[in-house]
């Protein structure tokens, strides 16, 4: 694959005006460029539009839908396309800056304005994915229904198939399935963002948090919350902020583990490793 060719005729066939292209570090999947444009510049992401059929096609209709829910920045979304055998989402270039004193508040504030909207069912419009796997997203009306049909077991099926998982981590995780109405408050869905840890933000220039490559779906709130503590947590001011304007119901911290069950069975498909018994352990915790 030429890239300096692809870059050029996808700037072309958006009129551009392309002058230079930057390498910007990005994820497992996809290449990603700063697009120097005429006056301005542009995000890009290009992967295999084969193995990854309409992935980018559904991260634009998530942060479409993310813009029109919540006063947090979202990056705009020019276009989504196909160039030969490469898909490409093309959005708009946010600058990184740093946090003002009150970006925090704001940031906490703002999700749980998002999160107390009102929405139908759990679940979404379409399936999409989450890194490089199919999201499930077909629509419940009940929370735990729709974790343990969408989240939970399709990703247990496949470390079982792949002999990750035992008979008996198996048979775990569907008493685990059959008891997930016991744990979690009953609560209106809420719009999430679906993978909300500290790579998939920056602040700013003007201080303010700009949120970006979502997982988006209408779930349980405490999903997000338990996704943004995966991987260190966020400043405490955010959870206080949050909590001030959409209080969280009793014992929320101690659910924590089991809302970072799916994030955490997404990890031991993709990556194995220590990923693996995490998600176990938080298994036998519950049952």
């Known amino acids: 694959m030429d890239m300096k060719m692809l870059l050029q005729t996808i700037s072309d066939a958006n009129g551009l005006h392309l002058s230079r292209y930057d390498t910007v570090p990005g994820g497992d999947i996809n290449y990603t460029y700063c697009l120097h444009g005429a006056d301005t510049r542009y995000f890009l992401k290009v992967n295999d539009a084969h193995r990854y059929p309409g992935m980018f096609e559904k991260e634009a209709n998530g942060l479409n839908a993310l813009h029109k829910h919540t006063s947090l920045r979202i990056p705009t979304v020019i276009t989504a396309g196909i160039s030969g055998t490469q898909q490409y989402l093309l959005l708009e270039w946010i600058e990184k800056g740093s946090p003002q004193n009150d970006c925090w508040k704001n940031f906490g504030a703002a999700l749980a304005l998002m999160h107390q909207?009102?929405?139908?069912?759990?679940?979404?419009?379409?399936?999409?994915?989450?890194?490089?796997?199919?999201?499930?997203?077909?629509?419940?009306?009940?929370?735990?229904?729709?974790?343990?049909?969408?989240?939970?077991?399709?990703?247990?099926?496949?470390l079982a198939d792949t002999a990750v998982f035992s008979k008996q981590d198996i048979a775990r995780a569907t008493l685990l399935c059959n008891k997930l109405d016991q744990f979690f408050p009953e609560e209106p869905p809420a719009l999430l963002h679906g993978d909300l840890w500290a790579g998939n933000y920056i602040v700013t220039t003007k201080g303010d948090v700009a949120l970006y490559d979502p997982a988006i779906y209408c779930g349980h709130r405490e999903m997000d919350l338990g996704m943004s503590k995966l991987f260190g947590g966020f400043d405490p001011r955010f959870y206080e902020a949050y909590n001030e304007v959409y209080p969280l119901e009793k014992n929320w911290q101690q659910r924590l583990p089991l809302t970072q069950l799916y994030p955490l069975l997404v990890h031991a498909v993709l990556f194995g490793g220590h990923y693996v018994n995490s998600a176990k352990d938080i298994i036998r915790q519950f049952v």
């Open 117 to 158: 909207q009102p929405q139908k069912n759990f679940g979404w419009q379409e399936d999409n994915y989450i890194g490089s796997l199919i999201q499930i997203n077909t629509k419940y009306e009940t929370w735990h229904l729709f974790y343990a049909a969408c989240r939970i077991i399709p990703l247990v099926k496949i």
